[in-house]
């Protein structure tokens, strides 16, 4: 298999960790959305990752279709999600709110990287920010009350969705964790986001420190 995308990405991580944590073997190619673009088009036209080239040559893109894909390949004892549910659904709903915020904090990045600015949208951007702050603080709310290792009791999809995401806004947005700050050191945005959402942060701490996490990680670059 092959894995198109940079790790930078939450997307492309959360489908790398999964793979670590299967123990499948993939080639990866940290082709940037920008400058290797047509090299992407080749598998996916959108330009967008993740692309997951399996062994016979089919391109699996969007991260959800790739790991549904890799929890049907490896069985349904093995999978991070079961196949039906509640437990199901109450994972696919935790991936979807955080994968959720992860594309408003991408649109985010790109408002600002893109953009001067007095070419910027504020109305954009204050809807992003709300769109971010309120879903953190209901995640934030669902994780405490929960408590446990785990969101759902085991190691799930949702535990590395919530993880990833959060990983990339602390880096592309770290004010975005305590708005009374104004630095914007990885140190600072750390200790806020702790003060204001700890179930979240220990959530967070405790994924980041599993060896597959630490195998697929890459500081955030954008360059376009």
């Known amino acids: 298999m092959i894995l198109i995308g940079q790790y930078d990405s939450p997307f492309v991580r959360r489908v790398a960790v999964a793979l670590q944590h299967h123990g499948l073997a993939y080639e990866h ?33 969007e991260s959800a279709a790739i790991l549904d894909a890799l929890d049907g390949l490896v069985g ?66 669902e994780r405490a009350a929960r408590g446990g290792d785990f969101w759902l009791g085991a190691f799930s999809h949702a535990d590395i969705a919530v993880a990833c995401a959060l990983r990339f806004l602390g880096e592309a947005h770290p004010s975005l964790f305590d708005t009374s700050h104004t630095s914007h050191t990885s140190h600072t945005s750390h ?22 996490f630490a195998a697929v ?8």
């Open 76 to 141: 349904p004892e093995r999978a991070l999600l079961p196949p039906s549910g509640e437990a199901r659904r109450a994972g696919l709903r935790v991936c979807a709110l955080a994968t959720g915020f992860a594309d408003k904090a991408v649109s985010l990045l790109y408002e600002h990287v893109l953009r001067a600015g007095d070419r910027r949208s504020p109305v954009w951007v204050d809807r992003c920010v709300t769109q971010i702050s309120e879903t953190l603080d209901l995640l934030e709310r």
């Open 217 to 224: 990680v890459q500081p955030l670059h954008v360059a376009v």
């Open 191 to 212: 200790t806020s986001h702790a003060a204001r959402r700890p179930a979240l942060a220990a959530h967070a701490a405790r994924c980041e420190a599993l060896p597959v």
């Open 29 to 61: 190619r940290p082709w940037s959305v920008w400058a290797d673009a047509e090299s992407i088009a080749q598998y996916n036209p959108l330009r967008r990752v993740p692309v997951l080239v399996m062994d016979d040559g089919e391109a699996l893109v």
